[in-house]
């Protein structure tokens, strides 16, 4: 019904960037928040950062300075400009969307299939 699709992962040397996308499909009535989360090996999925539809942001303590969110709510997408990427970055990146599907009268969680970034040192 919702679906999140995912680009802009792969392989970068400590100090690079990389730009992920996630772009929203399917019957949608409203996004409210969209986010990024990842997930490392052996650890917990942890929150990146996130982006209401009014564009107020918050940021993990780790990646401040160093990521941006932004989105473009025309076309359902939110971004994730990642620059002077560090070793410790590499993970599994996951869109995440809380989105009210057409005919429903409530947000549900909706998730991409991820997309690895690895930054190599």
């Known amino acids: 019904q919702v679906q999140l699709v995912e680009s802009g992962g792969g392989l970068v040397q400590a100090g690079g960037s990389l730009r992920l996308s996630c772009a929203a499909a399917g019957s949608i009535f409203i996004i409210n928040r969209m986010g990024w989360y990842r997930q490392a090996p052996g650890k917990q999925r942890e929150l990146v950062a996130h982006?209401?539809?009014?564009?107020?942001?918050n940021y993990a303590d780790s990646v401040k300075g160093r990521f941006t969110i932004s989105r473009d709510n025309a076309k359902n997408t939110v971004y994730l400009q990642m620059n002077s990427l560090k070793p410790e970055d590499t993970a599994v990146y996951y869109c995440?969307?809380?989105?009210?599907?057409?005919?429903?009268?409530?947000?549900?969680?909706?998730w991409g299939q991820g997309t690895q970034v690895t930054v190599s040192s």
């Open positions: 995440n969307a809380e989105v009210v599907a057409t005919g429903r009268g409530y947000f549900y969680d909706y």
């Open positions: 982006i209401t539809s009014g564009g107020s942001t």
